[in-house]
């Protein structure tokens, strides 16, 4: 299971395959359609400090600093070296405000208040502490900015098989690779408790 593989990306038997699927996932129509979603419920302007957790190839860091200006900046924090690697060669030669930094979710590498708003995407799946890490998101975020978690609740995937006790299996099996494969009906709540 691939998707499993995102909780320590260095560690995986080929890591810099798991680039490739990052760009076949940000490709579908659906991930688009969220990443706008998120975008609009960010309401980045111009001049704003973003961050973006797990930020993976830095293909929305790259996005999202288009939208701020000069005076604007987007961090993206990463722990997999083989994926900061990567970020960082796609933006070489961007003239846009952005860098990336290695860092890990549950310990982000910034003071208090040091963003206008916070995203993470298809990052708290793969979390231990998915709590921890929302709390370390809102303490750097500023009071009144805005923290974004977007992310996939594997309990809701459907598959029609002709035989229901095998298919049961078989999605039974997929989510139990995922750290938090239930992540997406937790949010609410982990917002309520972090809050
Ligand atoms: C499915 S990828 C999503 C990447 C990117 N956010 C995107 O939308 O394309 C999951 C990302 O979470 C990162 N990740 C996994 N564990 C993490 C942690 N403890 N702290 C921060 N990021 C983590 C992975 O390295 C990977 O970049």
């Known amino acids: 299971m691939r998707g499993a593989h995102f909780r320590a990306v260095d560690a995986a038997p080929a890591p810099h ?3 490739a699927t990052l760009d076949a996932v940000a490709a579908r129509e659906g ?3 969220l990443k706008r979603h998120g975008l609009d419920m960010l309401a980045v302007t111009a001049g704003q ?3 973006d957790v797990g930020c993976g190839t830095g293909d929305d860091v790259r996005a999202l600093a288009g939208l701020l200006g000069p005076s604007g900046l987007v961090v993206g924090v990463e722990p997999s070296e083989v994926l900061l690697a990567e970020a960082r060669r796609r933006a070489a030669d961007s003239p846009l405000p ?5 860092g890990d979710a549950s310990d982000l590498p910034f003071p208090a208040w040091s963003f206008h708003a916070c995203r993470a995407e298809r990052v708290f799946q793969h979390l231990a502490d998915p709590l921890r890490a929302l709390t370390e998101m809102i303490r750097v975020t500023r009071p009144g900015g805005r923290v974004l978690v977007l992310d996939t609740d594997w309990g809701t995937t459907a598959v029609s098989g002709a035989d ?13 690779h995922i750290t938090q494969s ?7 709540g982990l917002f309520h408790r972090a809050a």
């Open 17 to 19: 395959a798991l680039v």
């Open 31 to 33: 991930v688009h359609r």
């Open 49 to 51: 400090r973003l961050l």
């Open 98 to 102: 952005l860098r990336f930094a290695a």
């Open 164 to 176: 229901r006790s095998l298919t049961r299996r078989v999605l039974d099996g997929f989510g139990d």
């Open 182 to 188: 239930w992540i997406g009906r937790q949010l609410p």
